[in-house]
Structure formats: structure tokens, C-alpha cells
């Protein structure tokens, strides 16, 4: 059993929350112009890091809001977690892109 | 509508947990480790949504006349009257007993801001646990810490039952309201007794 901070709700079993895999994939400037590898690229491929990762949670059986954090894969320790929108506390490898703060 | 309110049809309707009242009085458990199970049926329920700071969160919550919760856990008002809960920040449970109509009034105080007021008074029924042991029997398959020093009279949060969704809601010491969707609700209420029944035998060391 873990606690996952909700940044709304405070601590919460880790059993209310959904995982949504990596963050901060930002949508493409004009997804009509993107050849097939292009998209499947967007939609599909995700880093896989050792180590700190930012990623999407949603808290589904809370307040059913999603949110961003940064977790460390290896001890599975959440480090940070942020609400859409606001900045990413914690550098990654997978930091935000350009703008890209979804 | 108005057809319907010439003939009194709350005479027709059925509570999601009329079924089970005898069931209900029957599972409680008296004395010092007592617990007992009641169904509050046909609270009125009014979902709204706005966002903090808006125009339109102003005016619901002028208009709920108990204002509207600003975190998580609180609630406004009292579970007599009207009451307000916490679901999200931007989203929110007014409840109030059978009978009351805060519905076009706050329809009216929305007007064409952004934000949602829908009656979702069939939606859940609010089922009542109550009696030393009520912590007890709820602490055995709800994750949240239901402990005085972190749940307080007065709040409601949404959590989780078993695996049936609620909006948990302490309005006592030993009182707590459980708020499952209707059609859970036979299924929380038999949950619930189950978890109940311990409580009538001497605890074994
Ligand atoms: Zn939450």
C-alpha cells in the first residue's frame, strides 16, 4: 500500500488513483501534415527512464482530477506532484517541451 | 411537469433501500460496541459547477445561501438543512432534505455564466452509519484515514467502499453518512451489515 499526494484531496491510497503514463506529451502543432510514423510516434512511443520521470495521474475515486508528478522508477517515490499548468518542480528527461505544460 | 405535481406522486415513489428496511433495523447492534444502519431517502441533490473566482461562483454560492466549500473536505451548512460538499475544485454536492426546491433558484442565479446546476437527487441515496462501532466497521474496507485527527465532524470526502465509489460524510462523533449511487446501494447497505455483525459478539483477544 503507498499514498499518492493528490494536489487537491491530500494523501490518498494509491488504490483511488489511475495511471496516465508519461507527461508533458505535447499535441502536434498540425497533426494533419504528420505521416503515419509521425503519429504513431505521438500516440504510441514513450520514454522508458531509469530514474526520475514525469508522468499523469488522474485521482479517480477522489476529486477525479488529473494532475502531473515526478516519480523516481527505480524506488517507485513519487518526488513532486503539480497541477496542470503549473511548473514542473523537478527537472526530468522527459521536461516539458516548448510550451508543452499539458 | 405540471401535470405531475397536480397528483401527489411521492406516495409512488421507492427509496433504493425501501426494500431493505426491516433488513436494516434488523442488523443492528446495540450496547456498548453497537452500530446501526438507516437510509435517509429522498434528499434533494443538486451537482453544481464554477469555477473559483468566476462570476458564476459568486452567484451559486449566494444562492445555495450557505455559500459553497473552498478545499478539499469541507462542507457548508448543516446535514439538517442545506448542506454544500466538497466534490472537486470546481465541482460540488448540495444536499438537502426531501421536499426542499433550491433547484430553479439556482438555475436562476447561474443564468448564462459558465457552470452546471443539475438535479441529481435520484442519483445517490445517503445511507446512515451510526454508533460506537461505526469507525470500525467502515475503516475495514475504506482506504482514507477516517481517524478523528484527520477526518473531523463536518467534512466529506470521496473515496472508495469495498470497490463501490461514495462521498463519505461525518456529521457526528460516531455518525457518518455513506453516499453510494442508487444502483450500489443494496449492494453497500448488505456490505456494510456484513461488516456490522462482528460487532455483536465479545470481541476475542
Ligand atoms: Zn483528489
Redesign the interface.
Known sequence: MMLIECPWCGPRNETEYGYGGQAHVAYPEDPSTLNDNEWAKFLFYRTNPKGLFAERWVHSAGCRRWFNAVRDTVTYEFKAVYKPGEPQPITTTNAPAQGGTK | MAEQVLTDISALRTSPLGHLSETLKQGAVAGERGVSLREIAFTTQIGLRAEPGSAAHAALSAATGVHLPSA??QVVGTEDGTAVLW???D?FLLVAPDGSEPFSSLVAALGDEAGQVVDLSANRTVIELSGPSARAVLEKSC???LHPRSFEIGSA????LGPV?VLLWKTGEQTFRVLPRASFADYTARWLLDGMAEFASEPID
Open positions: 478539499a473536505g466534490l472537486g475544485p465541482e482506504p482514507a484515514d470526502i470521496t473515496t472508495v465509489p
